[in-house]
Structure formats: C-alpha cells, structure tokens
C-alpha cells in the first residue's frame, strides 16, 4: 500500500478574496482525507495591493523585468500563506514536522496559454523558510510550457472525490472563472473553463455596493436579466471552441455590462455566468447524471437557482455531495503536490490539452 502522508494545501483563487488552506492525508493516488481547514480574509489593502499586481502582469512583456508592484505583492502574499500555514497547525494542533509538504498554488496573475505564458506569484523558498516544511509550487508551468491550456488543474482530484458518485458526472467550480469536470461512467475525464465565474460580478458588485461579492445575490435579486445583453455576450466565439480551454480572470470583465442600472447588471451578470456553465453540456459526450457546484458560487442563491433552471439533471452543492465546498482546491494542491514529488501527471490530454499526460511542479526545501 501507498504511503499516506499528511499535507497541507494553499489556495488563492482568482476572486481574490482569501486563502484557504485545507489538512489532507494522501498517497497522490486513491486515498485523500480531509482533516482540519480554515479561510484567511484577505483585507482591503492586500486585495487592492494583488488587482494592481494583475494589471502589471497584464503589460508586463515575456522577459521583461518584474515590475515593483508585482514583487511587493509578491511578498504580501508569500507573508499571508506562511500565516495561514501557522494559524492552521495551531488549529489542528500539530507541528511543522508532523507535515510532509505544502501545495502552494500562489496567486494568479497573467494566464495566457497561446503565448505559453501563466504567472502564479509566491516564493515557494521564502514559504519553506518561514515555515520549515518543504514546499511544492509552480503546478502548472510544466504543462503550458508543452503547449498545454494550464487549466483547469484540479479534475484527477475529482476523479478521486467522485469514485462511489454515480456517474456520468459533472463536477462545476464557480471561482472568479467558472469551470467543469466531466467524469464519464469509465471514468475518463473532460475539463475545461465555461466562462466567466464571481470575477466580473464580485467586481461590478464592489463598484456599485462597496461589497466584495453580490452577499446573498441580494444585488442581483432586486434586478431583471437584460436579456438582450446576454444574448449578446453568450455570442462570444469562445463558447463554440471545443476542449480543452481556458480563460484569464480578465477575459469577461464587467464592462460587459456598462450602462446598466446597478441591479440589472448584477441579474445579468450572474445569468451569464449560469448560461455559460450550461453551454458546457454542448461538449460533453453523455448528459450527466448530476452537477455538484463548488466554489464561491454556491454561497450565491440567484446563482444556484438560475443553476437549477437551466441545467438538466440534479443539481447540487458540494456538501449536498459530501464534500467541503469552500476547500476543495486546497485540498487538491495537496493531493497534487503529493503526485509531484512521485513524479505522477498532474494533468492530462482531455483536461488541458497537453500531448500525454504530464508531471510539474517545484520542490523548495527549508535551508538549515
């Protein structure tokens, strides 16, 4: 039997709204265990301090020297990990050498795979010295750089997830980009990017409300759907392009909906985003069974109910499913952080496009 290590897994996601770090034990293979998790806020400074650091990426040419904003944020957000890190032993009572490795997926700041470009910040050396645990990062490097998309990245630890789920399948994550898993009844997987997630209306919510998100779609519920809007903005060609793809947090921004009075565009927003998901069934080979929702979005209830609305099958949260919704991808990049260092794939042809399955991934060691 494999050896089952316990890890834990860091996740900052494209909403920019916090780090979750998630405690799994696993072989990288076929036992993943959740234990103790936890979500640290990002407060208004570092959330502004990371926008500005995705608009440097944005101008930043391959090769050109990194811009200031981007190191300090670099920094801010190394420094906000190794705090979660500690504030999680404490939670679960261990010590950093009960902990074999981190999963430090970092931040997301240019993702671009027809350029073979994807920038995730963090310094995985600073992390392993700040907290004395070997760090695995730069997940997805390997596979851009042989031409892949780069994401989605979590669907093997679907595959893991959904082994006694009735299948087909489709396992939705609603971050700031939206994305499905299909597992098929063999257990081949499909995945890619839908559209656009929470990014543009957590946007357009924070200009219009002063709130991070659309807090209960409370925003959107006081709105109608423009459908004239959407209609235009489901004619975006990237919906008719076959898998695998994926997209950049900036891809959909919420100028989709300038003009708009403030709850129309948040009703509209958020139809998009579920109309997107279901134009996915257009490149699946069977209709699925059920789709689970994880992410951030299924905090959402306008979300989920226009979910329910324009999905076939039965549709379900994430703790519906068993599992822990506000967590999974940190749990994933812990999962995947144990396939690194066996130099298992972390992805594969039919997730993002790669020409054979493919390993990645950085080891950085604490220095004495």
Same mark, same amino acid.
């Given at each position: 039997m494999a050896e089952?290590?316990?890890v834990i897994g860091l996740m900052s996601g494209t909403s920019l709204d916090g780090i979750d770090a998630a405690i799994l034990d696993t072989d990288g293979e076929t036992v993943a265990i959740?234990?103790? &998790?936890?979500?640290?806020?990002?407060?208004? %400074?570092?959330?502004?301090?990371?926008?500005?650091?995705?608009?440097? &990426?944005?101008?930043?040419?391959?090769?050109?020297?990194?811009?200031? +904003?981007?190191?300090?944020?670099e920094q801010v957000l190394t420094d906000a990990h190794g705090q979660a890190v500690w504030?999680?032993?404490?939670?679960?009572?261990?010590?950093?050498?009960?902990?074999?490795?981190?999963?430090?997926?970092g931040q997301t700041v240019l993702h671009r795979p027809a350029e073979r470009r994807t920038w995730q910040i963090g310094d995985g050396t600073a992390l392993a010295r700040a907290t004395g645990i070997?760090?695995?990062? +730069?997940?997805?490097?390997?596979?851009?750089?042989?031409?892949?998309?780069?994401? =989605?990245?979590? =669907?093997?630890?679907?595959?893991?997830l959904t082994q006694n789920v009735e299948r087909p399948v489709v396992v939705v994550n609603i971050g700031g980009v939206a994305?499905?898993?299909?597992?098929?009844?063999?257990? +081949?997987l499909i995945a890619f990017d839908t559209g656009p997630g929470n990014a543009a209306l957590d946007d357009w919510a924070h200009l219009h409300t002063g709130e991070a998100v659309d807090r209960g779609g409370r925003l959107a519920a006081a709105g109608r759907v423009n459908e004239a809007v959407l209609a235009s903005l489901l004619d975006h060609p990237m919906?008719?392009?076959?898998?695998?793809?994926?997209? !950049? @947090?900036? !891809?959909?921004?919420?100028?989709?909906? !300038?003009?708009? =009075?403030?709850?129309?565009?948040?009703?509209?927003?958020? &139809?998009?985003?579920?109309? &997107?998901?279901?134009?996915? @069934?257009?490149?699946?080979?069977?209709?699925?069974?059920?789709?689970?929702?994880?992410? %951030?979005?299924?905090?959402?209830?306008?979300?989920?109910?226009?979910?329910?609305?324009?999905?076939?099958?039965?549709?379900?949260?994430? +703790?519906?499913?068993?599992w822990r919704g506000d967590f999974l991808e940190a749990e994933a990049f812990a999962y995947l952080a144990v396939r690194s260092i066996k130099g298992l794939p972390l992805s594969l042809p039919s997730t993002t496009g790669i020409p054979h399955p493919m390993t990645g991934g950085k080891l950085h060691r604490p220095t004495a």
């Open positions: 089952i290590l316990k959740p234990g103790p &998790a936890l979500t640290l806020a990002y407060d208004a %400074g570092t959330r502004a301090m990371l926008q500005d650091a995705l608009k440097a &990426a944005g101008r930043t040419p391959a090769g050109a020297p990194v811009p200031p +904003e981007i190191g300090k944020a504030a999680l032993l404490r939670k679960a009572g261990l010590k950093p050498a009960d902990i074999s490795y981190l999963g430090f997926h070997p760090v695995v990062n +730069e997940f997805r490097a390997a596979d851009v750089a042989a031409g892949g998309q780069g994401a =989605p990245f979590v =669907p093997l630890y679907h595959l893991v994305n499905v898993t299909y597992i098929g009844v063999a257990g +081949e919906f008719l392009r076959p898998p695998p793809k994926s997209l !950049d @947090r900036l !891809d959909f921004p919420m100028s989709a909906v !300038d003009g708009l =009075p403030a709850a129309e565009g948040a009703a509209t927003l958020t &139809a998009f985003t579920a109309a &997107a998901i279901a134009r996915a @069934r257009e490149h699946l080979p069977q209709a699925p069974k059920a789709w689970i929702i994880c992410g %951030g979005g299924r905090h959402n209830p306008v979300l989920m109910a226009q979910l329910r609305k324009r999905l076939a099958g039965k549709v379900m949260t994430a +703790e519906e499913a068993g």
